[in-house]
């Protein structure tokens, strides 16, 4: 397969490709997204095998009005309707009850969908022009860490897709925030750049899924089961104090394995290979955190040290996907 790289003034093909049951990369606001018809099971047939994704790990379904909702939904909770009004369009992806219509091969058979109504004006002119709903994963092969710039998507999609739209975005660097609205309770399945907090403020009750909380209770967000976001490096986690943490990391590193150090803030260490300095908050964390890790396997890094420390809001998503990268690998100095 030939697979056409075009820029944002070409989303016309795209989009026709889309509604002939093609598969387009595009931009987001939180991380490149891979598409195809929602409504199309030969289309959503093409994501799976092109990323490699395990056929039970349900897509999300991208919108570009508000109203679409009404195609997937059965019903819309009164905590939905609150956090559509505040948060969309966004990096907020909502859990409803599924019509009946809505393809298994969308939900892997849950009587669930999750939607999205995202900000950036990519993917919501190209969802409007191809004038159909858009079931998009992230846009890397199943288990790397999501792509945040095109080259990335380039590496890992190239000839496996139609269309990849190389256009501005990934201001997150994170994927969406998932939450749960299909019933009475308002749970976040998968942490994001909407916080707990943001959300607390408009449903005080609302709170994380227990697999997000304990390690040991199987996460509700079926894609959380998976080993994720993993560079080919090795990764250890370095956590606590900064001082503390940076004292353990230059213990360890020598000129014998070729190491490097994913920073938090600003860091000098004598014997590291390649550091690469992820931010000064869990924003900029968040933002870099993606390509960091590409970065370090494109330089041929073979163990990689992350300093980190445990914070609340954007905090809890960079944790998420930052222990997961490195499979748990973690040491608290
Ligand atoms: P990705 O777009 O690759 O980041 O993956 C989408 C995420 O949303 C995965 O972790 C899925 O498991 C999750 N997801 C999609 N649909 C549902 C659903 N109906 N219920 C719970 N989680 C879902
Ligand atoms: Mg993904």
């Known amino acids: 397969m030939i697979t056409k790289i075009i820029d944002t003034s070409d989303i016309e093909s795209a989009a026709k490709c889309l509604k002939n049951g093609g598969t387009v990369v595009f931009p987001t606001e939180t991380v490149y997204g891979l598409g195809a018809d929602a409504f199309n099971p ?19 379904v991208h919108i570009s009005d508000i109203s679409d909702v009404s195609f997937l939904a059965r019903s819309i909770t009164p905590n939905a309707k609150i956090l559509m009004e505040i948060f969309w369009p966004g990096p907020l992806t909502l859990i409803f009850k599924k019509k009946d219509n809505v393809p298994d091969k969308v939900t892997a058979g849950l009587d669930t969908v999750a939607v999205r109504y995202p900000s950036n004006e990519t993917a919501r002119k190209l969802i409007k022009q191809s004038g159909v709903l858009v079931a998009a994963p992230s846009a890397n092969l199943s288990g790397s860490p999501s792509p945040t710039i095109c080259e990335d998507v380039v590496s890992d999609l190239n000839g496996r897709v139609d269309y990849i739209i190389d256009g501005t975005g990934c201001e997150i660097g994170l994927e969406s925030t998932v939450v749960d609205v299909s019933g009475n309770e308002t749970v976040i399945l998968r942490p994001g750049g909407i916080t707990l907090e943001m959300i607390k403020e408009y449903i005080p009750n609302a709170k994380l899924d227990g697999g997000l909380i304990d390690e040991k209770t199987i996460p509700k967000c079926p894609g959380l089961k998976y080993k994720h976001y993993s560079p080919k490096a090795e990764l250890i986690v370095v956590q606590g104090e900064r001082e503390n943490v940076r004292k353990y990391i230059s213990s360890k590193l020598n000129k014998s394995r070729k190491a490097g150090v994913l920073s938090y803030g600003e860091a000098e260490y004598e014997n590291a290979e390649l550091i690469i300095n992820a931010g000064n908050n869990m924003e900029e964390y968040a933002h870099n955190l993606f390509s960091a890790l590409r970065t370090f396997d494109k330089k041929g890094i073979t163990l990689i040290y992350a300093e980190f420390n445990i914070e609340d809001g954007m905090g809890v998503a960079v944790r998420n996907r930052l222990y997961k990268a490195a499979n748990h690998n973690i040491i608290e100095v």
């Open 42 to 60: 030969d289309a959503i047939e093409k994501i799976y095998i092109a990323k490699g994704r395990p056929s039970d790990n349900p897509l999300i």
